[in-house]
């Protein structure tokens, strides 16, 4: 298909891309077990004897990876990261396993698998040098078996993370082994790491041939003769079809191809992600599996038209899509895959169909869940090449490392149904410049991605006029721009015709509950990218009513507009979800976290969150804000996003305040409002029927604790979690908009609190306290099960008032 990729772009009318194929995810090769448990960590500089079972240091800790250790530590002015890396160190640390193998398993190949330490890995195995790694995002593996004891015998593993020097990202990145660690045995002949690479030419007449390439590694080459099996299963699990060939063991690397043609497939989509299974196995003449890989597996179509947009399985379908950096909030950038689920829950509840993993290779388990819940995602690869945005990044590394980098991500990643097209450059700093370095480089990166898969590359770019090295060397497929909104029903005539998407968006800011009136001025917060900010507001926030946003990006309802006008544009990419760890913009210290994001750190939306969803999705809608705890007398602006219907009614205390209805291109109503206490109501009618309510009532002082769940029931292996939200309300049950209580948590049973948060972004309080303030009337505790089944009980306590308990149970 690399050629039909070739092919130049003769008419607007011309369908690009068109990228049939099946994909799959899941991957899991046979004999693999976790590696998590049973570490000891130590930051800061120790001696080589860590390599030796009798070392006795003191100072070390007991602890399970996935694990995070700046996000332990306090914000510091000082670090070196940066308020941009978040306010928090990185340093030198070390992780120490011992295990013992059994003296049967002597005669497999034994290998470790690293889904990403961030940064600098040195991984030693019984004082020998396993391997080094630079990049903090890439998975690796090393061969084990040479340096393996056996029986009695312990074995020492030892990893070296060196993220002490600073600054070396623009966000904050974590530290330590901070994604999953795998166990991979296999008995002398074994499929490839990264499992069989599946593909269709076509899905035609009600029919899907499912092409299936798979390596398979023979430590011994000796002739023997082999069965690859290959088996499909429905999503109930029941076989469909089944495949094999006979091979002979002559070389270390047998390619073997085989075709499974699927009846009636049910293709995967955003709306409805259908998975099939295939279980790989190879199988000696003895009738004996020898190794086995499951994959799960998706068929759809996809292919961008430079005119229409983006269509899947041959549907017209907007890319709905945000930006998200890798931490997970109080969790830091330890991986859980419960987290990221939520997270993803509560973009799909937006109308979010699509990710871009800004900007670095994501954990394996994000696109497990993409694959799972149907999201679309860019792969991103890189935040820059051969030029350095900070002294200490990747760019160190680029010249040796980037082609395998590469390699390594497309290979891990490019079987996911989720995955659509692979960002191989953000802002790339060679976009400018009088040589030629960037467009040779971005011509050698989508030569890689080409040999490797047939989905599309494109690059993030800042720069959209005629003098960017990387769009005029007309590289890539698609054109991608990174905000510049009012040159997006442009970009044809700039770049000729190639379909469009715009990588980045928005950058508009805000603070859950924070409101500057009045609403309808627009702060462009600092004044340009490289001034510092000038005015702002004294308490650091930045208002919810859309009205604040950087002077490079726009208010959401900006952007919105113009991606719901133009069919050109095929998708869109918020910047952000969810607020993250770094990046204050548009504030210094005490500014930690961003404030970009539709959704808070803890995962409350703000009031933007319902402009996207009256407008993704086909559910009623009706918001109103902001809360109704004012000065007497004093004018506050009412907005309402809304849907499903053509007129909005307010009314405060029973008094109609008047009818609101869009006008033009407009997302919202609103009126100024002379502030009484009391009841604000809106009524939202089409044809005059009712179609929603929405109720604001004046709270009273703080009188309650409220404690609710996203899940009350847990599995007991020890990293699910719930997260629950804490909030502050007045006697009737009101949320009080303003409280600020300090809530402190204890907890019985067998689990432990790992997490509290609130929302703020300049909160100095710990992520792993045993207390949180609220933030406007809310924070969150997240609560992680253990090793036992049983009843577990949260207590929220708050001076002057009664506790609150909420039961959790663990299965």
């Not at 009031?607 to 004018?635: A, C, E, K, M, R």
Request: charged share 20%; hydrophobic share 35%; with cysteine.
């Amino acid at each position: 298909m690399s050629n039909y990729l070739n092919k130049r772009y003769r008419s607007a009318g011309l369908i690009l891309f068109m990228l049939l194929m099946v994909v799959i995810s899941y991957g899991q090769p046979g004999s693999r077990r976790t590696f998590n448990n049973d570490w000891q960590f130590y930051l800061g500089q120790t001696d080589e004897s860590v390599h030796h079972a009798t070392f006795k240091g003191e100072g070390w800790r007991n602890l399970s990876v996935p694990h995070d250790w700046s996000i332990e530590l306090p914000f510091d002015k000082e670090s070196p990261t940066g308020t941009g890396g978040g306010a928090l160190r990185g340093g030198l640390g070390w992780y120490r396993k011992v295990f013992v193998l059994p003296e049967a398993d002597k005669h497999k190949k034994h290998f470790i698998r690293f889904d990403g330490v961030y940064m600098n890995s040195e991984v030693y195995l019984n004082g020998h040098l396993l391997g080094v790694r630079p990049n903090g995002y890439i998975g690796f593996s090393y061969d084990m078996s040479p340096y393996l004891q056996y029986g009695q015998q312990k074995n020492i593993l030892v990893v070296k993370v060196n993220n002490d020097k600073q600054p070396n990202s623009r966000w904050y990145s974590g530290s330590g082994i901070y994604r999953n660690v795998w166990l991979e045995s296999s008995s002398g002949i074994r499929i490839s790491e990264w499992g069989p690479y599946i593909t269709t030419p076509g899905i035609r007449a009600g029919k899907a041939v499912i092409k299936i390439e798979t390596p398979v590694h023979i430590d011994k080459p000796a002739g023997a003769i082999y069965r690859l099996r290959q088996r499909l299963f429905d999503a109930k699990g029941v076989q469909l079809l089944q495949s094999q060939n006979k091979f002979r063991a002559t070389e270390t690397t047998v390619n073997l191809q085989q075709e499974l043609t699927v009846t009636r497939p049910v293709l995967w989509s955003d709306e409805n992600p259908y998975l099939y299974k295939i279980v790989s196995e190879v199988i000696d003449d003895n009738n004996k599996i020898m190794d086995s890989y499951t994959t799960r597996t998706g068929i759809r179509s996809f292919y961008f038209d430079a005119d229409k947009g983006f269509f899947l399985n041959g549907k017209a379908t907007k890319l709905r899509g945000v930006c998200m950096h890798h931490d997970l909030g109080a969790l830091g950038t330890a991986i859980n895959t419960r987290a990221i689920e939520r997270q993803l829950e509560i973009l799909k509840a937006m109308g979010c169909n699509s990710i871009r993993t800004s900007h670095n290779p994501p954990a394996p388990e994000l696109l497990d869940l993409c694959d799972k819940m149907g999201f679309l995602v860019m792969d991103e690869a890189f935040d820059m090449w051969a030029k350095k945005k900070t002294d200490y990044d990747y760019h160190l590394y680029w010249d040796q490392w980037h082609e395998r980098d590469l390699r390594d991500h497309v290979l891990r990643d490019r079987n996911h149904p989720s995955v659509i097209m692979w960002s191989v450059g953000n802002e790339i700093i060679e976009q400018w410049g009088k040589d030629s370095s960037g467009a040779v480089i971005l011509d050698k990166l989508v030569n890689i991605v080409k040999e490797l898969d047939d989905r599309p590359a494109i690059t993030a770019n800042n720069e959209i006029n005629t003098y960017n090295n990387l769009l005029k060397a007309n590289i890539t497929p698609l054109i991608g721009y990174n905000y510049s909104h009012k040159y997006w029903d442009s970009v044809h005539s700039r770049w000729g015709k190639k379909p469009f998407i715009v990588t980045e968006s928005t950058s508009a800011l805000q603070t859950r509950g924070s409101y500057d009136m009045p609403s309808d001025s627009i702060r462009r917060w600092p004044e340009a990218w490289d001034k510092p900010l000038t005015t702002g507001n004294t308490d650091t926030t930045c208002s919810a009513y859309d009205n604040c946003a950087t002077p490079w990006g726009s208010t959401h309802e900006e952007s919105l507009k113009l991606f719901q006008k133009y069919d050109h544009i095929g998708g869109m990419y918020v910047w952000t979800g969810f607020d993250y760890i770094g990046e204050p913009t548009p504030y210094p210290w005490p500014a930690r976290s961003s404030y970009f994001g539709i959704v808070d750190l803890a995962g409350f939306p703000k009031d933007v969150y319902y402009l996207y969803q009256s407008t993704w999705t086909s559910q009623p809608v009706l918001h109103i804000f902001p809360h109704w705890n004012w000065t007497p007398g004093q004018t506050v602006d009412v907005w309402a996003y809304y849907n499903q219907a053509d007129e909005v009614e307010l009314y405060l205390n029973g008094q109609s305040l008047g009818i609101r209805k869009k006008q033009n291109d407009a997302m919202h109503v609103v009126w100024r409002v002379s502030y009484r206490p009391g009841i604000l109501k809106a009524v939202s009618r089409k044809n005059g029927k009712i179609i929603k309510e929405a109720l604001i009532q004046t709270a009273g002082e703080p009188a309650a604790i409220s404690l609710s769940a996203d899940r009350k029931q847990l599995q007991k292996n020890k990293n699910d979690l719930s997260f629950i939200t804490v909030t502050i309300k007045d006697k009737k049950g009101n949320t009080v908009p303003l409280a600020d209580n300090l809530v402190t948590f204890t907890l019985q049973g067998d689990a432990e609190i790992v997490g509290v948060d609130n929302g703020s972004q300049t909160s100095m309080e710990s992520f792993k306290a045993l207390h949180r303030k609220a933030f406007h009337g809310k924070c969150l505790v997240i609560v992680k099960a253990k090793n036992k089944t049983g009843l577990i009980k949260l207590t929220a306590s708050a001076a002057g008032l009664p506790p609150a308990t909420i039961e959790l149970q663990v299965q």
